[in-house]
Nanobody, 123 residues
Framework: VQLQASGGGLVQPGGSLRLSCVASGFSLNRYTIGWFRQSTGEERETVAC???????????TYAGSVRGRFTISRDDDGNSAYLQMNNLKPEDADVHYC??????????????WGQGTQVTVSS
């Protein structure tokens, strides 16, 4: 059972990145999926969360700091999830993680975590 996050990198302010999260060993379709970020010494922050389309409505929520700039999506056929990040700001620079949870909404306790992918925003 594994979540593999990728897509981080260095981008200039105002730029875009698309993070990917691919699951193996289990099916994501009944799981809530979240993207989180964390800086060294800080608590992990929920960036975006999307409900399952199976048994729920596939709705999404966002942290206020990213609403309107980031979009979370899921591809259950591809057993994947994505975070499209537009108009990136220096304060978005963090290690970003994807995670999945079978029951309940995104919270610091999730069932499975991917490894982090570093997002750096700098000119």
């Amino acid at each position: 059972v594994q979540l593999q996050a990728s897509g981080g990198g260095l981008v200039q302010p105002g730029g875009s990145l698309r993070l990917s999260c691919v699951a193996s060993g289990f099916s994501l379709n009944r799981y809530t999926i979240g993207w989180f970020r964390q800086s060294t010494g800080e608590e992990r922050e929920t960036v975006a969360c999307i409900a399952s389309n199976t048994g729920s409505d596939g709705s999404a929520t966002y942290a206020g700091s990213v609403r309107g700039r980031f979009t979370i999506s899921r591809d259950d056929d591809g057993n994947s999830a994505y975070l499209q990040m537009n108009n990136l700001k220096p304060e978005d620079a963090d290690v970003h993680y994807c995670a999945a949870k079978r029951y309940g909404w995104c919270f610091r306790i999730m069932d499975y975590w991917g490894q982090g992918t570093q997002v750096t925003v700098s000119s």
